[in-house]
Each structure stands twice: as C-alpha cells, then as structure tokens.
C-alpha cells in the first residue's frame, strides 16, 4: 500500500532550484534512511512531503487512509526541536500529552485511552520516571526522546524524523535508533528518517535514499553497500560514488582519483 | 489604606489595573516563549500614533489606538514572513514608524501635549467608565481565546511547523494572537502607559518562568505576579504620588531581583548538600 508519493517535484528558494524531478513513493512498515550531502535539500524534502512547503511544480500526495483503513495520521520530529525550546517551562508528561492535540481535540476532555497511551509511551521511550522533569533538565538524547513520544502519542502511520540523533553521544543513538526500529517491526509504522549516520543505521533500515537535487540511489541498504565495497579496497568512499546517474559520478570521482 | 479606595478614580483605577494584571501577563508568557518579547512594544508605539489620530479627528483615544494596535498587530505578522531569516526587523521597522507617526501627529495638536503624556507615563486619574467597560470586554475576549484554543496556542508555540503538521491552522491562530496582543496593549496604556506597557507583559513572564515547573503554573504564576506588581504598584503610586506606570515596573524588577537571589541562594545549597552527600558517601 503506498502511503505517499513524490512525483516529478521541482522546488527552489529564489531562482536557485534545490530539487529536480524528485519522485519518491513511500510504501507501509518502512524504515528508510534519506541521505545525501550537505544541502541536497533533504530537510526541504520533508518539508514538501509534510505540506509545510509547496512544491513550484510537481505533486504531493499523500493517501487520505492509512493502513488499517483510518485517516493517515502523521508524525513529525523537527531537527533539534527540544534543544532549540530548552527554556520551554513544560514537563515531560505536558509536552508529550501535546501530541493529542490535534485539530478535532481543542477543548473538552481528552479520552481516557488516549491519556492512557501518554504513559505507554513514555514508558516505551523509557522516559516515565522522567514525566515531572522540566525538559530543559534533560540531556540531549532524552529530549529527542521525548519529542519522538510527543509524535508517537497520535499512533502516526508515517512518522517523519530530521537528524534525530544530532548531538547524541553512540550508546544514545544506537538506543535511539532500536526505538524506531521496534516502532516499525512491532507497530508496523513507516519511518522516513534524515541521517548522515549510514554505519549505524544501515544494518536496521530497509531502504535507502539517496538525495543530491533528485534521487541518486533508490534501493535496499544491501545493494547500497555492494555498490560502494565494489570500488573500494576498506577506502570511505564519497557518496556520489553509489548515485545510479552515470553520467556525474564517473567524472567527479575520477576528479577525485577515487574510481 | 483602605481610604483611599472612597475615590471613584481609584476605584477605576484599581479596577481597570486588576482587569490588565489577568490578562497582561499571560499574553506576555506566550510572547517570550514565541520569542517576540519586542512585540507589546512595538505596539505600543504604535498605539500612541492612534491616540493621536483620535486626539486630532475628535474620536475616543482608546478606540484609536486599539485600531492602531490591530493594524500594527497585522503588520508586525506579516513582516515577520517577509524577513523569515531576520524577523526581529518587523519589530524594528514598526517601532520606528509608529513612534514617527506619533510625533509627527502630535505636532498638529500642541494643545493636547499634556494628555499625550498621560499616555506616555500612565495616570491614575486617566481611567474613565468608558475605559473601564472596554477593558472588561478585551478581558472576556482574552478568555474565551484562551479557553478555546490553549491547546493548540501551546503546540505552536512550542514549535509552528509540528502545529502546522497536527492539523493546527498556525497562521491564523498565530495573526489572532497577535490582535489579541494589540487590543491588551491599547486597553492598558490609560494606566501603564504606552513607554511601559510591555513590561507589564514581559516582567512577569520572566519572573514565572524562573520559578515554575509547568507550563499551566507558569501561567498562573504570571498572572498573580502581574497582580501583586499592579496593586502594589497603584497603592504605592497614591500614597507617594509618584507615576503608576513606572511604579508598577519597578516593584515588577523588585521581584525578578529578589526571585534571581533565591533561586541563586537555593541552588548554591542544593550543590552543597550534594557535596556533603557524596563525601559522606565516600
């Protein structure tokens, strides 16, 4: 079942175009990873994806169901969002009993299940014992942790993370990431995560995106890795090297003497 | 001390700044938090070139500067997306104009010079019936916003693009908050006056986010902050005769000073006592 689509989307900020022909189509209980180098306009993606952006030419669509037959519901973590609103005077458990307030839950009593499920997740993300803390009191990695749970209170069926793990230290990301993980094998959530973070998330993803202005590389994290060991002798390849167009990766790897 | 309360203008008076201090404070908790702190004052100026306009075309002052305020609310928004990468601009460019304007319109009424600086200074004397009733009205407005839609003023301010992505419409809400700001600016000037108006919004805010823990306490903090500052304020002002406005915002540094020391005492405590704690425990 596809869930959203990207198709033939062109966007840019002023005269300079950041994307190109981009089609993406993003299926249910994914994992994938979205990569591409620095201003490839992976977070403008999002953006588009999300309709905080509307793209200049192209479509956007995303599919009015999710699922289990219900509206699609979306999730989203911005980079760097709790560390950006550190001075925000909200607790834990407010700032992920937030994530129900969407547009039909303005006024009256939240239901009972739904206040329920703020625990749930809070134990999930293993940060119940935190609830009463100020989140300007927590560490980097645990304030992503409770932005992530403020976005699965709502049970998004297509949950959209950008750089979660920016500034986390190894054993926070590698928890961080088996959370979502468990999210998309267990709950059968689709997950489009920004990372640059490749050795860490390859083995969990299912698919990898490439993004340099479109999409260079659509594939499975596997095929992304026979590409790159098959012209490298243990050398960290750049990662034009894996783009599927012929016609830019020879020329700049050969510039850079690494093909 | 209760005497002085026999005067029908210091009835008004503390009626009209018990009405500002429920209402003053909480919008001044959402504009520090949405990091527009700049706003009331910006507002403010503003204002005092619709008090003008009201002072030279004979129309009720109040009434002038809340469609200053409105207008400049407007526009303060609307600058604020034209110059994304520098938004404090709007703030800036508005000031300037309003406070120009002011002084441009006030120049072709040099009779009315000694009202204007009533405005300026805030007056006890200043609060009539009619301002009275509009305020009330600001305040049940403020209210009923904040009953409906405190939930969804908290997602976007706490961040704009996930309020957008939950279904929130933020421009819309973000515009109506932003009049909302306006009209409290326009209402309170009679007493604060338009140069200290915006401290009225912005001291309590600060002092309560010292000091709380939630988002809920912070507001309540703010708002009885606003309250003690404004009653002390006024009664003070009386008993010295001494202008309102300026009173009120130094009794509001007063406590922001004295929260600073606590808070600074009580944490310096706390590090010793883990100190002792932790050589105890080696």
Same mark, same amino acid.
């Given at each position: 079942?596809?869930?959203?689509?990207?198709?033939?989307?062109?966007?840019?900020?002023?005269?300079?175009?950041?994307?190109?022909?981009?089609?993406?189509?993003?299926?249910?209980?994914?994992?994938?990873?979205?990569?591409?180098?620095?201003?490839?306009?992976?977070?403008?993606?999002?953006?588009?994806?999300?309709?905080?952006?509307?793209?200049?030419?192209?479509?956007?669509e995303?599919?009015?169901?999710?699922?289990?037959?219900?509206p699609?519901?979306?999730?989203?973590?911005?980079?760097?969002?709790?560390?950006?609103?550190?001075?925000?005077?909200s607790?834990?458990?407010?700032?992920?009993?937030?994530?129900?307030?969407?547009?039909?839950?303005?006024?009256?009593?939240?239901?009972?299940?739904?206040?329920?499920?703020?625990?749930?997740?809070?134990?999930?993300?293993?940060?119940?014992?935190?609830?009463?803390?100020?989140?300007?009191?927590?560490?980097?990695?645990?304030?992503?942790?409770?932005? %992530?749970?403020?976005? =699965?209170?709502?049970?998004?069926? *297509? $949950? !959209? @993370? #950008?750089?979660?793990?920016?500034?986390?230290?190894?054993?926070?990301?590698?928890?961080?990431?088996?959370?979502?993980?468990?999210?998309?094998?267990?709950?059968?959530?689709?997950?489009?995560?920004?990372?640059?973070? %490749?050795?860490?998330? =390859?083995?969990?993803?299912?698919? *990898? $995106? !490439? @993004? #340099?202005?479109?999409?260079?590389?659509?594939?499975?994290?596997?095929?992304?890795?026979?590409?790159?060991?098959?012209?490298t002798?243990?050398?960290?390849?750049?990662?034009y090297?894996?783009?599927?167009?012929?016609e830019?990766?020879?020329?700049?790897?050969?510039?850079e003497?690494? $093909? | 001390?209760?005497?002085?309360?026999?005067?029908?203008f210091?009835?008004?008076a503390?009626?009209?700044?018990?009405?500002?201090?429920?209402?003053?404070?909480?919008?001044?908790?959402?504009?520090?938090?949405?990091?527009?702190?700049?706003?009331?004052?910006t507002?403010?100026?503003?204002?005092?070139?619709?008090?003008?306009?009201?002072?030279?075309?004979g129309?009720?002052?109040m009434?002038?500067?809340?469609?200053?305020?409105?207008?400049?609310?407007?526009?303060?928004?609307?600058?604020?997306?034209?110059?994304?990468?520098?938004?404090?601009?709007?703030?800036?460019?508005?000031?300037?104009?309003?406070?120009?304007?002011?002084?441009?319109?006030?120049?072709?009424?040099?009779?009315?010079?000694?009202?204007?600086?009533?405005?300026?200074?805030?007056?006890i004397?200043?609060?009539?019936?009619?301002?009275?009733?509009?305020?009330?009205?600001?305040?049940?407005?403020?209210?009923?916003?904040?009953?409906?839609?405190?939930?969804?003023?908290?997602?976007?301010?706490?961040?704009?693009?996930?309020?957008?992505?939950?279904?929130i419409?933020a421009r819309?809400?973000?515009?109506?908050?932003?009049?909302?700001?306006?009209?409290?600016?326009?209402?309170?000037?009679?007493?604060?006056?338009?140069?200290?108006?915006s401290?009225?919004?912005?001291?309590?805010?600060?002092?309560?986010?010292?000091?709380?823990?939630?988002?809920?306490?912070?507001?309540?903090?703010?708002?009885?902050?606003?309250?003690?500052?404004?009653?002390?304020?006024?009664?003070?002002?009386?008993q010295?005769?001494?202008?309102?406005?300026?009173?009120?915002?130094?009794?509001?540094?007063?406590?922001?000073?004295?929260v600073?020391?606590v808070?600074?005492?009580?944490?310096?405590?706390?590090?010793?006592?883990?100190?002792?704690?932790?050589?105890?425990?080696?």
């Amino acid at each position: 079942m596809k869930l959203a689509e990207i198709r033939d989307v062109v966007f840019g900020y002023g005269q300079t175009p950041v994307l190109d022909r981009l089609n993406v189509q993003i299926g249910t209980s994914e994992f994938i990873g979205l990569t591409g180098p620095n201003g490839a306009a992976k977070t403008t993606t999002l953006k588009l994806l999300l309709g905080l952006l509307q793209p200049q030419r192209g479509r956007v669509e995303l599919n009015p169901t999710g699922p289990k037959g219900k509206p699609l519901v979306l999730g989203y973590v911005p980079q760097n969002i709790a560390s950006f609103n550190a001075g925000f005077p909200s607790t834990v458990y407010e700032l992920v009993r937030s994530g129900l307030y969407t547009r039909k839950r303005w006024f009256g009593l939240l239901p009972a299940a739904e206040v329920a499920r703020v625990e749930q997740v809070l134990k999930q993300v293993g940060m119940w014992e935190f609830r009463k803390r100020k989140i300007g009191e927590l560490s980097g990695g645990q304030k992503q942790r409770v932005c %992530l749970a403020r976005a =699965l209170v709502l049970e998004p069926d *297509l $949950l !959209v @993370l #950008d750089e979660p793990t920016t500034g986390m230290d190894v054993e926070a990301r590698s928890s961080f990431y088996d959370l979502i993980t468990h999210q998309v094998q267990h709950h059968g959530r689709t997950v489009l995560m920004v990372t640059h973070d %490749l050795e860490e998330t =390859l083995p969990r993803l299912t698919r *990898l $995106l !490439v @993004l #340099d202005k479109r999409i260079r590389f659509d594939g499975s994290p596997q095929e992304f890795q026979e590409r790159m060991d098959l012209r490298t002798n243990n050398v960290t390849l750049p990662l034009y090297c894996c783009y599927d167009d012929e016609e830019t990766k020879p020329r700049a790897a050969v510039q850079e003497g690494v $093909l | 001390m209760f005497e002085m309360l026999q005067y029908g203008f210091l009835q008004n008076a503390f009626l009209a700044g018990i009405l500002i201090a429920l209402v003053a404070p909480v919008i001044g908790v959402y504009l520090v938090l949405r990091r527009q702190s700049l706003m009331a004052d910006t507002l403010s100026h503003v204002s005092l070139a619709g008090v003008a306009v009201g002072a030279l075309i004979g129309v009720y002052p109040m009434v002038t500067a809340m469609v200053a305020a409105l207008i400049g609310a407007i526009l303060v928004d609307t600058l604020r997306r034209s110059f994304k990468a520098y938004s404090e601009l709007s703030i800036a460019i508005l000031m300037s104009g309003g406070l120009a304007s002011a002084v441009v319109l006030m120049s072709f009424n040099k009779g009315a010079s000694r009202g204007f600086t009533s405005y300026l200074f805030g007056s006890i004397i200043a609060v009539s019936q009619t301002d009275l009733l509009i305020m009330a009205g600001v305040v049940v407005l403020c209210a009923l916003f904040f009953w409906f839609f405190w939930r969804p003023m908290y997602v976007l301010t706490f961040d704009e693009e996930t309020a957008q992505v939950s279904g929130i419409p933020a421009r819309t809400l973000s515009l109506a908050f932003s009049l909302l700001a306006g009209l409290v600016v326009a209402t309170a000037m009679p007493i604060v006056g338009v140069l200290l108006v915006s401290s009225l919004m912005v001291l309590p805010a600060a002092i309560s986010l010292r000091i709380s823990r939630g988002f809920t306490m912070t507001i309540w903090i703010a708002v009885l902050t606003g309250l003690v500052s404004v009653l002390g304020g006024l009664t003070a002002s009386y008993q010295l005769d001494i202008p309102p406005g300026g009173t009120i915002v130094l009794l509001l540094l007063v406590i922001l000073v004295v929260v600073l020391l606590v808070k600074r005492l009580f944490s310096r405590a706390g590090a010793a006592s883990a100190g002792t704690e932790r050589e105890l425990a080696n």
